[in-house]
């Protein structure tokens, strides 16, 4: 793995690069609850503090507020938010698998003066969930991440092209400074390439990495 020397940020996708990806929870293309585990988990909740229907009802608020986050739905069903949190942390604990060899290469980028960014189809407080159980922010994003670019950030998810152009508009980094590690040939590689991103590097679970070639686009 070579880093090109224009590289002044790497960004790193959460689901199957810093987490195992056995639990799907993008925010757009599972438009049902049982495609994405926290809004089951929040459906039942919401059940227990008297909602009937409540699976229905949060199905309902996803549709019209395309760029939810889980913090949101908290609010509007006026779930308790220190135990709902408390429980989904819980539940991360229990359940995901943290992939330490890619974390660790999180550690060792930053102490070469890297700076890290996040880019996931998970909404905002998804990546928080996730990245606290890896160890490097709390759910308050304080730690060794210099920008989270979620979902309801980018408005889209990362096959949308679109979705890379609002990311690099708010980046401090052009495009051509940044180089992305994920596990998905196309919304890790050929998507960001296309979008002006200098490099792409394949990841697995042991942490090899394989540069993607540069797509052109005409
Ligand atoms: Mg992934």
């Known amino acids: 793995m070579e880093i090109d020397p224009k590289v002044k940020a790497v960004c790193f996708d959460i689901d199957g690069t810093l987490v195992d990806d056995r639990y799907p929870?993008?925010?757009?293309?599972?438009?049902?609850?049982?495609?994405n585990y926290i809004l089951h988990l929040l459906g039942?909740?919401?059940q227990t503090s008297g909602h009937q229907d409540a699976h229905n009802a949060l199905l309902a608020y996803t549709e019209v507020n395309v760029y939810w986050d889980y913090s949101d739905i908290i609010d509007h069903f006026n779930l308790d938010s220190f135990l709902v949190t408390e429980w989904i942390?819980?539940?991360?604990?229990?359940?995901?698998?943290?992939?330490?060899?890619?974390v660790q290469l999180i550690h060792k980028l930053r102490n070469k003066g890297y700076k890290i960014y996040i880019i996931s189809n998970n909404p905002h407080t998804g990546c928080l969930f996730k990245l606290e159980h890896t160890g490097l922010v709390d759910l308050d994003g304080n730690g060794v991440i210099d920008e989270i670019f979620?979902?309801?950030?980018?408005?889209?998810?990362?096959?949308?092209i679109g979705f890379w152009k609002r990311v690099i508009e708010q980046s401090p980094y052009p495009a051509e400074?940044?180089?992305?590690?994920?596990d998905n040939p196309v919304e890790d590689a050929e998507v960001p390439l296309a979008a002006g991103f200098c490099q792409s590097?394949?990841?697995?679970?042991?942490?090899?990495?394989?540069?993607a070639p540069q797509i052109n686009v005409v």
């Open 201 to 211: 590097f394949l990841v697995d679970s042991e942490g090899k990495l394989q540069e």
């Open 150 to 160: 979620g979902s309801n950030r980018g408005l889209g998810q990362k096959w949308d």
């Open 44 to 46: 039942d909740m919401i």
């Open 177 to 182: 400074a940044m180089a992305m590690i994920g």
């Open 25 to 35: 929870s993008a925010q757009i293309h599972e438009r049902f609850l049982g495609g």
């Open 89 to 102: 942390r819980l539940w991360h604990k229990n359940h995901l698998v943290a992939l330490w060899r890619n």
